[in-house]
């Protein structure tokens, strides 16, 4: 089955350009990021963490199904109310490092909204790493339960 | 004259390898790049915040010879004394946006240490026009004048 959510990874550079169209109000998307129990919901993680704002911070915390749990944390650059989040990411304890992320969140009409999602990686391998896990399907399947979640609340 | 600090700039990059090594303790260059005051000698700007910690961030202002203020910002990822700043950092009020920052603190000698940092940028134009804008001369300049302050510190 196609992805609806497409990623665009050039051979040999830093960064994935990834895009997605919800059937969703601009507003209730942007609502999926920010609003905890929502985001619980949708990303499976436990969210420990969650400052909204301009040099904010958030934390996210997973249980794999053996028991492990695994962290996730960075910092907010930017955040500007159902338009833009500029921030770091980070899995815990491994060796990936931080990566940036620039998340655009655009209005198509009254019940259509875009993300346009752009990550920068320390180096191409490290990039590579995350698509190797499966990155791309796993995106894809989160943004399906995003849809489904978050369009119960319109 | 030949520059010391050393940038690395890759063609067609989205980001840049910068080394310099100093005629200090580690200890000492570690401090010229968190204690406020100076920091503030060297890099000829006010440090509005510096909060030098995990999930921390920083603001900084100069004022140029016309007497207009710049604005410089960011957020602080990650944190170890001594070893590592992962940092953001943005120059406000331009089109340029944010660029994610390591900063690795190594320790060469007794009294020589070298500072290894890696910029990725948004994009190879950006890191381009940061180059043009003659960042490595500056940069260059910056670190002679952190020599000398940190110096009569010893």
Do not use: C
Request: hydrophobic letters at 35%; a negative charge.
């Amino acid at each position: 089955m196609e992805q609806k959510t497409k990623i665009n990874a050039e051979d040999g550079k830093q960064e994935l350009l990834i895009t997605r169209e919800f059937d969703l109000p601009l507003e209730l998307l942007f609502k999926a990021y920010v609003e905890p129990e929502i985001l619980e919901q949708w990303m499976g993680t436990k969210v420990l963490k969650l400052e909204n704002k301009k040099h904010g911070s958030w934390q996210f915390e997973t249980t794999d199904p053996q028991g492990n749990k695994h962290g996730f944390s960075g910092v907010i650059h930017e955040f500007i109310d159902q338009q833009r989040i500029t921030r770091t990411f980070e899995m815990e304890n491994t060796s990936l490092g931080a990566q940036l992320e620039f998340l655009e969140f655009e209005k198509l009409g009254d019940d259509r909204s875009k993300l346009n999602m752009h990550i920068v990686y320390r180096s191409a391998a490290i990039r590579d790493q995350y698509l190797q896990f499966g990155m791309s399907r796993g995106m894809d399947l989160a943004h399906n339960r995003l849809q489904k979640v978050a369009e119960k609340l319109k």
